[in-house]
């Protein structure tokens, strides 16, 4: 069977530089370049799983660059080097890091797409300006054993972002050593979150999501907490171009193990950025060309200053971030069961499941109800349809061979959405077709409930005329409807 490269399934004000320096007249810095980003963009990643040694060849080419200083500032607990790269002469120091969450690589792409527009001829004059008054620090990779294993904690098991006070983490300890030499003024906290957050109130994703962290529980406010969420309607502003009512607002509740609640404490400007989901955008590579243009306009506010004339109540502004998101809504659908009717909403999500070097979508029912005040990135009315329960057909087949030649759309006109197999090959978790395949001795479970497998029939009048097949839904009745899809291999 082929291997899948998974696809999605998916679905203030304007920001203006007041004008003074070169890099102030509109449109402002960052959207210009966001406009030439195919220019800057970094070709060594095309999604977002990648490891330490994949960014050794770029950091090696930024030591030959004469305006770029790289320096070593540790190794993690497997030996991986953590690398600080600076450029700028300016003494407004700004560090940022990303990948403290070691599957958390947003943040990582847009660094060396933002290094590729420092080094570029162009916008020379706006650059120097720039680095003029800025010097910048970046740690592009923080926890690199957890980005060798695509996974948050690094290989004590250890989450670095709970490690500011203890300081047990070897990564932890570069970054506060780092903070503290420089007595960085800003700092930039680079962190992914879930796709299913949405701004609170509206239907679509949180694609970026800021937050000024807090640097005691009664989350007070001084001048240097008051100029970051400053700066986070500016760049706020930015976005809203782009992704308008998708930026949240993250919750600020203390944490006193926090780095970035401690680094706001210390001293230090302190911005997190949250990057969460996209319609058709699992890879997030459109979210990674965002944080380009947001992080590039921050850069040059805080070289001129503009951030100090923003009104700092519309930070509150900003609508919280909330969890209501599913990747699939379904909503009134008629139910049988137990002989009594009912109508109900199903919210499903797509899960991504790893094995070795493959990744492959789970389909799971993650809520039966009244969905109402929640949202999808597909949304589907279903009144007057009913659920049908998915069937297993009733003759086996023997491998792949024999069941790639079946005609699955009459498969499924017919009820059936799992068959089962009689040679199932080893390590193959997942299968191109759009039908759940299960070995001689799987368990088979096609209720339609919570926490289950999300491959069902939706009908009308005794007809089927939907599929759902591992969270994927499509129309059974028309011959031209495609869809990007990966069924499930049972053993």
Do not use: C
Not at 267 to 275: C, Q, V
Not at 359 to 377: A, M
Request: no cysteine.
């Amino acid at each position: 069977m082929k291997t899948m490269q998974v696809l999605g399934i998916l679905y203030v004000g304007i920001f203006s530089f007041i004008s003074m320096p070169l890099w102030s007249q509109e449109p402002g810095i960052g959207q210009r370049a966001f406009e030439d980003y195919d220019q800057y963009r970094e070709p060594a990643f095309e999604n977002r799983r990648f490891q330490h040694q994949d960014i050794l060849p770029l950091i090696e080419n930024l030591k030959t660059q004469e305006q770029v200083e790289v320096n070593q500032i540790g190794t993690s607990i497997e030996g991986r080097e953590l690398y600080l790269l600076s450029i700028g002469s300016g003494k407004k120091d700004v560090l940022l890091w990303s990948q403290m969450h070691g599957d958390e690589s947003t943040a990582t792409m847009a660094i060396f797409d933002l290094f590729n527009f420092f080094l570029s001829e162009d916008y020379s004059a706006e650059k120097r300006s720039l680095f003029k008054e800025v010097r910048l620090h970046f740690i592009p990779m923080l926890n690199p054993d957890g980005a060798q294993r695509f996974q948050r904690r690094n290989r004590l098991g250890v989450d670095v972002n709970r490690d500011a006070l203890r300081l047990q983490t070897p990564e932890g300890r570069a970054l506060k050593k780092v903070r503290d030499s420089l007595e960085a003024d800003w700092g930039f906290n680079l962190h992914d979150q879930s796709r299913y957050y949405n701004a609170q109130g509206h239907d679509k994703p949180a694609t970026i999501s800021f937050l000024a962290p807090a640097y005691d529980q009664q989350k007070s406010i001084n001048e240097k907490r008051g100029d970051a969420m400053k700066l986070i309607v500016e760049m706020n502003g930015v976005l809203q171009n782009h992704i308008p009512n998708q930026v949240g607002r993250y919750d600020d509740t203390f944490e006193p193990r926090a780095f970035g609640d401690n680094i706001q404490k210390w001293g230090t400007r302190t911005i997190l950025i949250e990057s969460g989901g996209q319609y058709q955008d699992r890879e997030k590579q459109e979210i990674r060309k965002l944080n380009f243009m947001a992080i590039l306009s921050a850069l040059f506010s805080i070289a001129q200053d503009s951030y100090k004339s923003v009104d700092i109540a519309l930070y509150e502004q900003i609508p919280q971030n909330d969890r209501k998101l599913f990747d699939l809504k379904l909503t009134d659908i008629n139910h049988t069961l137990e002989g009594q009717d009912f109508i109900i909403d199903l919210g499903i999500n797509a899960l991504e499941v790893v094995v070795g070097d493959s990744v492959y979508l789970r389909g799971r029912i993650t809520d039966i109800g009244d969905l109402s005040t929640n949202y999808g990135y597909r949304d589907r009315d279903l009144t007057g349809f009913e659920l049908i329960p998915a069937a297993i057909y009733p003759r086996i087949v023997k491998d792949d061979q024999e069941l790639s030649k079946i005609n699955f759309r009459e498969l499924h006109q017919d009820g059936y959405a799992y068959i089962r197999m009689e040679e199932v090959p080893e390590g193959v978790n997942f299968v191109d077709y759009p039908i759940v395949v299960a070995s001689l001795d799987a368990q088979v479970d096609p209720e339609v409930r919570l926490g289950g497998d999300a491959t069902f029939f939706i009908g009308k009048d005794g007809k089927i005329v939907y599929a759902v097949i591992n969270g994927f839904m499509f129309d059974v009745t028309r011959q031209d409807h495609e869809i990007d899809f990966n069924g499930v291999l049972l053993r």
